[in-house]
Nanobody
Framework: QVQLVESGGGSVQAGGSLRLSCAASGDLSRSYYMGWFRQVLEEGREGVAVIDSAGSTTYANSVKGRFTISQDNAKNTLHLQMNSLRPEDTAMYYC??????????????????WGQGTQVTVSS
């Protein structure tokens, strides 16, 4: 089992920046794909960015050039640096881990561990 706890959400004006963090604990002896997803109300969870154990990254087109996913393996922490934020980035952001994937995916159904989420609100 893996436990994930997000932090760093908040409210910011358009054009501003936020940095999300996700602390991982539990059985981290396996390799995982780690990702950030976001969800607005009753819509499905949208994949934002994924990183593998070697540091290779994949981004959704909507955030390329603005968001950066990174991980600190020594501290078992995942980060999402979000710059040039837009009102449409407003959502609940979730950290997720997959022990099933063998290649990167932004599809939420491939992820079997989830954090509780942290709210990001961007005002215009």
């Amino acid at each position: 089992q893996v436990q994930l706890v997000e932090s760093g959400g908040g409210s910011v004006q358009a054009g501003g920046s936020l940095r999300l963090s996700c602390a991982a604990s539990g059985d981290l002896s396996r390799s995982y794909y780690m990702g950030w997803f976001r969800q607005v109300l009753e819509e499905g969870r949208e994949g934002v960015a994924v990183i593998d154990s070697a540091g290779s990254t994949t981004y959704a087109n909507s955030v390329k050039g603005r968001f950066t996913i990174s991980q600190d393996n020594a501290k078992n922490t995942l980060h999402l640096q979000m710059n040039s934020l837009r009102p449409e980035d407003t959502a609940m952001y979730y950290c997720a881990a997959s022990s099933w994937l063998r290649s990167p995916s932004l599809t939420s159904t491939w992820y079997n561990y989830w954090g509780q989420g942290t709210q990001v609100t961007v005002s215009s």
